[in-house]
């Protein structure tokens, strides 16, 4: 599919243009107003936000369906908070009634290198809570940076930092433009390499591509244009790259948590079981879909801000 950007190429730090940037020079350190903090203060925190009724996809449902996608999806919600605790810090949002405050967090903005990078909408609109979540940020000991408003970005749902190569995968697709990439790039201060996406199934990045512990990538291939594949292909060797079937990718398996050598996610075949296994992971599985049609699973869930 052929969606109409310019050439994606990676985009190399350049420390002397970030003068269209806007950053908050005095962040302070305090609690974060509507936070719930949980044990293990030793763990990089988890960002978490329970699910309000309004804050999942009930359209054309009757009043007692709703109610049923509401308990089933808080009840999903607390089977992954609960396997997550057990592990890492959990720090928790207030859910609000509001529809814009959604538990799928990692579609708000990316907290990276101590700065945090709020998403924005078509036109460069902000989200409602932008300004809840900056105070949060800030609390976290995060400073607050802006892309300029024309850029459209998706947050961290369209970013995966590869540890290995030390660069940003920048997911360009619906909720995330390609001048995102560069702009990315001069606000953190590390190379950007933009993937396009080519499949209206996978909206964003971590929906089909995952880098976990040792370098190694889940991903779907086809979510990606041709250009974009050769680009992975070239640069993550074949023995640390596992290719996900179609079933696979549909059920969110690169929307996956990981915890060291545990991934956990919706749902895996028995065959990527056995393909993780042999790579040296163990798949927790807990049901998620009732998030599936906002975009998001596992990963999207929880946004780590450690």
């Not at 985009?11 to 609690?31: E, K, V």
């Not at 995102?180 to 964003?204: Q, S, Y």
């Not at 996956?256 to 790579?279: C, F, M, Q, T, W």
Request: glycine content about 8%.
């Amino acid at each position: 599919m052929n969606m109409g950007f310019e050439s994606l190429q990676p985009t190399l730090i350049d420390t002397g243009s970030s003068a269209a940037f806007h950053a908050n020079p005095h962040a302070q350190q305090r609690n974060p107003a509507g936070i719930n903090r949980e044990s293990r203060p030793h763990q990089p925190p988890l960002l978490m936000r329970a699910p309000g009724r309004s804050g999942l996809d009930t359209v054309g449902l009757t009043s007692r369906q709703q109610q049923g996608a509401s308990v089933r999806a808080m009840r999903q919600w607390h089977g992954l908070h609960e396997i997550l605790a057990r592990h890492r810090r959990i720090e928790m949002l207030a859910s609000g009634s509001d529809p814009a405050c959604s538990p799928l967090v990692a579609h708000a903005g990316l907290a990276f290198r101590r700065k945090w990078v709020p998403a924005r909408a078509s036109g460069g609109m902000r989200l409602h809570d932008d300004l809840h979540l900056r105070h949060v940020a800030e609390g976290f000991g995060f400073e607050p940076c802006d892309l300029p408003e024309s850029i459209r970005f998706g947050g961290a749902s369209d970013v995966i930092h590869d540890a290995a190569l030390e660069v940003l995968w920048i997911g360009v697709g619906p909720h995330c433009e390609l001048p995102a990439a560069a702009g990315l790039a001069r606000l953190l201060d590390i190379d950007t390499v933009p993937l396009r996406l080519a499949d209206p199934r996978f909206e964003r990045l971590d929906t089909c591509f995952s880098l976990l512990p040792g370098g190694v990538l889940l991903w779907y291939p086809p979510a990606f244009d041709a250009d974009s594949r050769a680009l992975v292909e070239s640069r993550i060797d074949a023995l640390r790259r596992i290719a996900i079937s179609e079933n696979d990718a549909l059920a969110f398996a690169c929307n996956a948590i990981n915890l060291g050598s545990a991934l956990v996610l919706h749902r895996a075949s028995a065959r990527l079981k056995r393909e993780l296994d042999d790579a040296g992971f163990t798949v927790i599985e807990t049901p998620l879909d009732a998030f599936h049609k906002r975009g998001g699973s596992a990963r999207s869930l929880a946004l780590r801000v450690g």
